[in-house]
C-alpha cells in the first residue's frame, strides 16, 4: 500500500467521521428541541391543583366533622354508664342497708 493510498483512507475515514458526527449533532439538536417544546408544553399548561386542594379540604373537613360525631357519641354514651353505675350504687347500698342494716355513704 502506497503513502497516498493510506492518506486517501485516512481522508476517506476521517470525512465519514464527520459526516456521522454531523448527523449526530442534528440528531441531537432535534432531540432538544422536542424536549424544549414538551417542557414549555407542560409549564404553561395549567395543572388542577385548585381541584385536588379542594377535594382534600373537603375531605379533611368530612374526617373531622366525623370524629367529632363520634367523640359526641362516645361522651354520651360515658355519661349514660356514669348515669348507669350510679344507679348500681344506690342499689347496691340499698341491699347492704336491707341485708345488714347498716346505712353505707
Not at 417544546?37 to 391543583?49: F, G, H, M, Q
Amino acid at each position: 500500500m502506497s503513502a497516498q493510498e493510506i492518506t486517501s483512507g485516512v481522508e476517506n475515514i476521517e470525512v465519514e467521521a464527520e459526516r456521522m458526527l454531523e448527523m449526530a449533532r442534528s440528531r441531537a439538536n432535534e432531540i432538544l428541541l422536542k424536549a424544549r417544546k414538551e417542557a414549555a408544553k407542560i409549564l404553561s399548561s395549567e395543572l388542577p391543583l385548585d381541584k385536588v386542594k379542594k377535594q382534600r379540604q373537603q375531605i379533611i373537613e368530612e374526617a373531622k366533622d366525623k370524629a367529632s360525631k363520634e367523640v359526641e357519641a362516645a361522651k354520651t354514651k360515658a355519661a349514660g354508664l356514669k348515669a348507669d353505675t350510679s344507679q348500681v350504687e344506690k342499689i347496691a347500698a340499698r341491699i347492704v342497708t336491707v341485708i345488714t342494716g347498716a346505712k353505707l355513704e
